[in-house]
């Protein structure tokens, strides 16, 4: 059996399969193509692997667990599906600028190889933007409120080709969906138009588009629903929030019927 977790504009589909539909074992990370399905291997020592995101270059990213690596994964890149896996701490070291603590998940790759990456501290996640070489950087997305106790994690989306990036905040008390744009961090609650704000409560964000689209899962009137939340105007713009049973109606798509959230 196989999971697909991205694709591309050129029609490259990444995820990770097992060996057989009735395996519940190890699984590596794989890209298909034109009808070719390449293993693209591990690193590291670890037998599992999966790809999370693929960009329009054919770079992908991931991660590589179980084996002789632990139970603690390692975010990975491949340059290619033709290339071998390579460690992201191992990128950041070789610029200068390691990370102590270690970057878990690589979930989202811009088409410029911008990196939307997990590493954890004091056992939560924390959300980071990696800059591609030369001149790589990187930038903590942080939190909304306190985090005295480190309570809060970050879970990351996806980044898209105007560095923005979508996330999930997880704490003691609440989700809340993130977006990172222009260098601020939002709760994208407090960005919705007032139709929005009074019917949702945006509670994840999973997937950005470049023209600001957001998908995830947020509680419509109290019940959970997937949603799309479209932006309007200069970044981080007005944004309205709609699903398929709500106020704004979207079985007009071209996804064929729908009776229930997106």
Same mark, same amino acid.
């Given at each position: 059996?196989?999971?697909?977790?991205?694709?591309?504009?050129?029609?490259?589909?990444?995820?990770?399969?097992?060996?057989?539909?009735?395996?519940?074992?190890?699984?590596?990370?794989?890209?298909?193509?034109?009808?070719?399905?390449?293993?693209?291997?591990?690193?590291?020592?670890?037998?599992?692997?999966?790809?999370?995101?693929?960009?329009?270059?054919?770079?992908?990213?991931?991660?590589?667990?179980?084996?002789?690596?632990?139970?603690?994964?390692?975010?990975?890149?491949?340059?290619?599906?033709?290339?071998?896996?390579?460690?992201?701490?191992?990128?950041?070291?070789?610029?200068?600028?390691?990370?102590?603590?270690? $970057?878990?998940?690589?979930? *989202?790759? /811009? @088409?410029?190889? %911008? &990196? +939307?990456?997990q590493e954890t501290a004091n056992s939560r996640g924390r959300c980071l933007?990696?800059?591609?070489?030369?001149?790589?950087?990187?930038?903590?997305?942080?939190?909304?409120?306190?985090?005295?106790?480190?309570?809060?994690?970050?879970?990351?989306?996806?980044?898209?080709?105007?560095?923005?990036? $979508?996330?999930?905040?997880? *704490?003691? /008390? @609440?989700?809340? %969906? &993130? +977006?990172?744009?222009?260098?601020?961090?939002?709760?994208?609650?407090?960005?919705?138009?007032?139709?929005?704000a009074a019917a949702w409560d945006l509670e994840s964000a999973v997937d950005?588009?470049?023209?600001?689209?957001?998908?995830?899962?947020?509680?419509?009137?109290?019940?959970?629903?997937?949603?799309?939340?479209?932006?309007?105007?200069?970044?981080?713009?007005?944004? %309205?929030?709609?699903?398929?049973?709500?106020?704004?109606?979207?079985?007009?798509?071209?996804?064929?019927?729908?009776?229930?959230?997106?």
């Amino acid at each position: 059996g196989s999971i697909a977790t991205a694709m591309n504009d050129s029609g490259q589909v990444v995820g990770r399969a097992w060996n057989s539909p009735t395996d519940t074992g190890t699984y590596r990370a794989f890209s298909w193509q034109g009808g070719v399905l390449t293993d693209l291997g591990l690193a590291g020592g670890c037998d599992t692997s999966e790809a999370y995101d693929v960009n329009s270059t054919g770079q992908i990213i991931g991660r590589v667990v179980g084996g002789a690596c632990g139970a603690a994964s390692s975010a990975v890149v491949w340059a290619s599906a033709a290339s071998a896996a390579v460690t992201i701490d191992s990128l950041l070291t070789t610029a200068g600028i390691p990370r102590p603590i270690g $970057v878990r998940f690589a979930t *989202g790759i /811009s @088409d410029s190889g %911008a &990196l +939307l990456v997990q590493e954890t501290a004091n056992s939560r996640g924390r959300c980071l933007i990696i800059t591609p070489p030369p001149g790589v950087t990187v930038t903590e997305l942080g939190w909304i409120g306190t985090d005295a106790q480190f309570l809060t994690n970050c879970s990351p989306g996806k980044i898209n080709n105007l560095g923005e990036a $979508v996330a999930t905040q997880s *704490g003691a /008390s @609440d989700d809340l %969906a &993130l +977006l990172w744009s222009g260098g601020t961090l939002h709760d994208l609650n407090t960005l919705l138009d007032a139709p929005s704000a009074a019917a949702w409560d945006l509670e994840s964000a999973v997937d950005i588009t470049d023209s600001g689209t957001i998908v995830g899962v947020g509680l419509f009137n109290g019940q959970p629903r997937g949603y799309r939340a479209t932006r309007s105007g200069t970044p981080p713009g007005s944004i %309205a929030v709609s699903d398929s049973v709500g106020t704004v109606d979207d079985r007009s798509l071209p996804f064929g019927p729908v009776t229930d959230g997106i």
